[in-house]
């Protein structure tokens, strides 16, 4: 059982959560190797050297093969020339994406929502639901609840279009729809706030396992 707070940080009920979520072991190499994964699934090339087939010109034979005393070159756009391609340089085929299955995946999840909840960095808050979507509003909500100092990380329930927009200017608050739920912001925040509809909506879209 775990408490169930309002808005303003009191107890309004206790909760069973499901255990297949919230009661997995800790388990650090599976949750670094999804981290991995993930990291690497988002990587962009930054860095692509032309090769001397990418650079422009070199058509034309620089000069004859023989009598002229100097060494045989082929095209000015060598990599032994100035201005040639580059050897060994970063080429856009570089593929760093790594597979991870999707029970990996939830099971990782799992194991940070778990481990989150054991270090009581989990809050279960009944309704997130402002009069008035202002930012300000909702930055006094966060601080009943947590140390507005450090990363938090809000998962709510479908429908909270305007909560979403309220959070857009504070720093230290983000936002997450149990769909985009990734090990990477699970881990990055310090404190997790749970709205009691995204338990029912995560059951239903995490596949048992």
């Known amino acids: 059982m775990i408490e169930v707070v309002n808005q303003e940080n009191k107890k309004v009920e ?7 979520i919230f009661s997995i072991k800790w388990n650090p190499s599976l949750v670094q190797q999804v981290l991995s994964a993930y990291l690497a699934n988002r990587r962009n090339l ?3 050297a032309r090769d001397r087939g990418m650079v422009r010109g070199g058509g034309k034979k620089p000069w004859r093969q023989k009598g002229t005393g100097r060494a045989r070159h082929g095209s000015i756009r060598s990599p032994i020339w100035k201005g040639g391609g580059v050897t060994f340089g970063p080429t856009a085929e570089r593929v760093f994406a790594k597979k991870i299955n999707r029970k990996m995946k939830q099971l990782a999840i799992f194991s940070v929502l778990s481990q989150k909840l054991r270090d ?12 008035v979507s202002k930012t300000k509003e909702l930055n006094k909500v966060l601080k009943n609840l947590v140390d507005i100092r450090s990363s938090i990380l809000i998962i ?4 909270k279009k305007s909560f979403c927009r309220m959070a857009n200017n504070l720093k230290k608050a983000e936002l997450i729809g149990v769909d985009s739920l990734n090990i990477y912001d699970l881990l990055r ?3 997790i706030l749970l709205e009691k509809e995204a338990i029912k909506e995560m059951e239903n879209h995490y596949t048992k396992i």
């Open 14 to 20: 206790e909760l069973d959560l499901p255990e297949r």
């Open 46 to 48: 930054l860095a692509v």
């Open 120 to 131: 009581k960095e989990l809050i279960i808050v009944d309704n997130f639901d402002m009069p």
């Open 156 to 159: 709510l329930s479908r429908g």
């Open 189 to 191: 925040a310090k404190n």
